[in-house]
């Protein structure tokens, strides 16, 4: 009867046992389920954050001799008010950059005293130095009514497709001519009433055109 007993006893046990073993396992493949659903959501939220945010960039300005300048994209925008007229104008490169460019005295005078103006470079550049033409002549031509002096684009030499040939030997009666070229120096300067912008290469043509519209707008000297 007592061997009954205990033998049941060790049955109960062995059961109670095996209970909390599948308990055990059970809980454990819950925890494991957890801490899976738990990683999968960070690294949900991880690649959203990545994808979705998107942090706007502290904004690039400056104020120089009291205008303000702001990096826009490629380009810099500032503001000039003439007369009644507020003008935002965009530049490759803004003052900082072009303080080391330098002007002949009398070029402004040379521009603004013209009838009319011929924005003159050679066949043999690129689209770079029309560029340095399309940033000065913003200023100087009649399309943006800044300075409203007519202007027009030629080429220093015949290309045989009847293109408009100017050269300094043109400036002369009040005809303006304005020469961009490559040479051993970037500078702004003159052959007698001819206004030559020049430089080492043709990115700096662009710098010495946009150094020398800093100073027809009074920005630089």
């Given at each position: 009867m007592v061997e009954k007993e205990e033998s049941k006893k060790d049955i109960n046990k062995s059961l109670g046992s095996e209970e909390i073993h599948e308990g055990s396992d059970k809980s454990s493949t819950k925890n494991i389920m957890l801490i899976l659903i738990m990683i999968i959501g960070l690294l949900i939220l991880?690649?959203?954050i990545k994808?979705?945010?998107h942090p706007t960039p502290a904004e690039e300005s400056y104020v120089y001799n009291?205008?303000?300048f702001t990096?826009?994209?490629s380009l810099w925008l500032t503001e000039i008010q003439l007369d009644n007229t507020l003008f935002r104008i965009t530049t490759r490169y803004s003052p900082n950059e072009l303080e080391h460019i330098n002007v002949e005295p009398g070029i402004y005078e040379k521009i603004v005293g013209s009838k009319g103006i011929y924005?003159?470079?050679s066949g043999n550049l690129s689209s770079v130095s029309v560029l340095a033409i399309?940033?000065?002549g913003r200023i100087i031509g009649t399309r943006y009514g800044l300075l409203n002096i007519p202007s027009q684009a030629a080429l220093t030499e015949s290309d045989d497709n009847e293109t408009l040939v100017k050269t300094c030997k043109d400036a002369v009666n009040g005809t303006g001519v304005i020469w961009f070229k490559l040479g051993n120096t970037t500078a702004a300067y003159s052959d007698q009433n001819c206004v030559i912008?020049?430089?080492?290469e043709e990115w700096d043509i662009v710098k010495a055109a946009d150094r020398v519209t800093f100073g027809l707008l009074g920005v630089m000297p």
């Open positions: 991880f690649f959203s994808y979705f945010y009291g205008f303000k990096k826009v994209s924005f003159t470079v399309t940033e000065l912008i020049q430089g080492t």
